[in-house]
């Protein structure tokens, strides 16, 4: 799994004060994270809180 990613997305959806969306995430990144990679980021089921812990 992809922690940069996690924490990219972790920071945008805190930050953003307005509704949050794949694809404006990837517009805010210049396109350096496409919308699919985040799209499939969220379908992680077995995501979970300790398995990114420092």
Known sequence: MNK???NL???YFICST???TATQLSR????DVS?????R???IKHL??????N
């Open 4 to 6: 940069d990613l996690l």
């Open 9 to 11: 997305y972790t920071d």
């Open 18 to 20: 307005q509704q949050t």
């Open 28 to 31: 805010t990144l210049d396109d």
């Open 35 to 39: 919308h699919d990679q985040v799209t």
């Open 41 to 43: 980021f969220y379908q």
């Open 48 to 53: 979970q809180a300790k398995t990114y812990e």
